[in-house]
C-alpha cells in the first residue's frame, strides 16, 4: 500500500446563509488540517459559523466582529476517512464572509 499526501486549499466566499459539506475524505483518505481562517469582508455583516466534525460542533455559534479575520485552530485537526466537515452560516453574510482551510490530504492506494 503506497501513501499519497497533497496539500491543498479549500476557499470559498459564503454571501448567504447555509450549509455545506466543505471536507469529505473517502473511506482510503484521512485530512489534517493545518489551518481554518474565517474574514468578515464588511462593516454591515454580523455572521455566525459553526463548524462541524463528523457532527460533532468544534466552533459553535462563533461570532464574527465586523470587518474582522480570525484563526480558529492553534493545533492541527483530524477529519478521518468516511465522515464530513461542514460549516453553517446564520445571521447577516450578504456582503461577504471568506473561509480558507489549508490541509493535507493523505491517500492510501493500493498496489499490486
Known sequence: MAVVNQYLFYGKT??????????????????????????????????????????????????????????LLTQPLIVEGGTTFTYTTSGTVSAGVAIGISYLNILKEVTT
Open 14 to 71: 459564503i454571501t448567504s446563509a447555509e450549509t455545506v459539506a466543505m471536507l469529505s475524505p473517502a473511506v482510503n483518505e484521512t485530512v489534517l488540517i493545518k489551518s481554518i481562517r474565517i474574514s468578515n469582508l464588511s462593516g454591515s455583516n454580523s455572521p455566525v459559523i459553526t463548524l462541524k466534525n463528523n457532527n460533532i460542533a468544534l466552533f459553535n455559534a462563533q461570532t464574527l466582529a465586523h470587518d474582522a479575520s480570525l484563526e
